[in-house]
């Protein structure tokens, strides 16, 4: 499994974008997307995941009710992110693993590269 990480850029605080994540190769049953941020000078983190044919999701508390993760009909995931904030600036990485979903990045074993995500304020 190959990942794709696009769709980042410069929006002001309280707009919206959109993230997507194509991924190559087989998503067979029980594939996970997740997407995780790395803020400047700071670890990174998770920030969404959701299993890639189910309803499955979580997010952490510092997004929730306005980032959403989705996927299309082929293969595209997505990271839509509204009300955007300052403190949202950062890279954002979409990732993959096999399993349940995790917040936790040392389980996730596909990554793309990161697209870089700045919110002025």
């Known amino acids: 499994v190959q990942l794709q990480a696009s769709g980042g850029g410069l929006v002001q605080a309280g707009g919206s974008l959109r993230l997507s994540c194509a991924v190559s190769g087989r998503t067979v049953p029980g594939y996970v997307m997740g997407w995780f941020r790395q803020a400047p000078g700071k670890e990174r983190e998770f920030v969404a995941a959701?299993?890639?044919?189910?309803?499955?999701v979580n997010y952490a508390d510092s997004v929730k009710g306005r980032f959403s993760i989705s996927r299309d009909a082929e293969n595209t995931g997505y990271l839509q992110m509204n009300v955007l904030k300052a403190e949202d600036t950062a890279v954002y990485y979409c990732?993959?693993?096999?399993?349940?979903?995790?917040?936790?990045?040392?389980?996730?074993?596909?990554w793309g590269q990161g697209t870089l995500v700045t919110v002025s304020s």
């Open positions: 959701r299993i890639w044919s189910g309803d499955i």
């Open positions: 990732a993959g693993r096999y399993g349940s979903v995790s917040t936790f990045q040392r389980y996730y074993r596909f």
